[in-house]
């Protein structure tokens, strides 16, 4: 609401905000479980969000498929067992784009790391046992945050499996630390195979 015209509307006891479950449409408004009904001149209908991980694309690895569910994210962007494959996630508490800008440039390092090491091939591991039930967006408990639960990669332990959403340490971690790590493992262009190094996906149909 950029305005806050709505914030000043409740305030001043001219809006209503109700929970409940809507039974059916009348001519005068809408019918609600609870036996209310809300009377209205317009309505605008909208079900909620549903989560979509890649857009609707499917991942395999070495001809499996690959669940991102179970699995972490490495330093906001890697993924623990995909090889060369990376995304950009914001913050969900700050701007999105100051993690958004940040993530490039940590990419932007890797791709360096990599070309100057003659590597041809990343991959994150877990040497650790990191991984916790909750997914990395389990703070939040909006209804469809909490139906993507099963959609979701995992949060974990401790750096750099864990995602923290503080600009201080993210910064540290992605920009003012080196690349090298044992976590991730390299493997030189001229021991890849031709497919290593890219992950099979597809688009699925997006409902």
């Given at each position: 609401?950029p305005?806050?015209?709505?914030?000043?509307?409740?305030?001043?006891?001219?809006?209503?905000?109700?929970?409940?479950?809507i039974?059916?449409?009348?001519?005068?408004?809408?019918a609600?479980?609870?036996?209310?009904?809300?009377?209205?001149?317009?309505?605008?209908?909208?079900t909620?969000?549903?989560?979509?991980?890649?857009?609707?694309?499917?991942?395999?690895?070495?001809?499996?498929?690959?669940n991102?569910?179970?699995?972490?994210?490495?330093?906001?962007?890697?993924?623990?067992?995909?090889?060369?494959?990376?995304?950009?996630?914001?913050?969900?508490?700050?701007?999105?784009?100051?993690?958004a800008?940040?993530?490039?440039q940590?990419l932007?390092?890797?791709?360096?790391?990599?070309?100057?090491?003659?590597?041809?091939?990343?991959?994150?591991?877990?040497?650790?046992?990191?991984?916790l039930?909750?997914?990395?967006?389990?703070?939040l408990?909006?209804?469809?945050?909490?139906r993507?639960?099963?959609?979701l990669?995992?949060?974990?332990?401790?750096?750099?499996?864990?995602?923290?959403?503080?600009y201080?340490?993210d910064?540290?971690?992605?920009?003012?630390?080196?690349?090298?790590?044992?976590?991730?493992?390299?493997?030189?262009?001229?021991?890849?195979a031709?497919?290593?190094?890219?992950?099979?996906?597809?688009?699925?149909?997006?409902?």
């Amino acid at each position: 609401m950029p305005d806050a015209d709505l914030f000043r509307s409740i305030r001043d006891g001219k809006t209503d905000v109700v929970t409940d479950h809507i039974e059916r449409f009348t001519e005068t408004g809408i019918a609600l479980k609870s036996g209310k009904e809300l009377k209205a001149d317009i309505i605008v209908t909208a079900t909620g969000l549903s989560l979509q991980m890649f857009g609707g694309m499917s991942l395999n690895v070495d001809g499996q498929p690959f669940n991102i569910a179970e699995k972490m994210a490495y330093k906001s962007v890697l993924f623990q067992d995909l090889p060369n494959f990376a995304w950009i996630f914001g913050y969900i508490n700050l701007s999105w784009t100051m993690k958004a800008d940040m993530s490039s440039q940590y990419l932007c390092r890797l791709f360096q790391y990599m070309n100057d090491k003659g590597l041809g091939v990343i991959t994150p591991r877990d040497h650790g046992n990191h991984r916790l039930d909750e997914n990395l967006l389990g703070q939040l408990t909006a209804g469809y945050i909490q139906r993507a639960e099963h959609l979701l990669p995992r949060q974990g332990k401790a750096k750099p499996w864990i995602v923290r959403n503080n600009y201080a340490e993210d910064k540290q971690m992605m920009l003012r630390t080196p690349i090298a790590d044992r976590a991730l493992e390299e493997v030189p262009k001229k021991l890849a195979a031709p497919n290593q190094g890219r992950p099979a996906g597809k688009l699925a149909d997006a409902a």
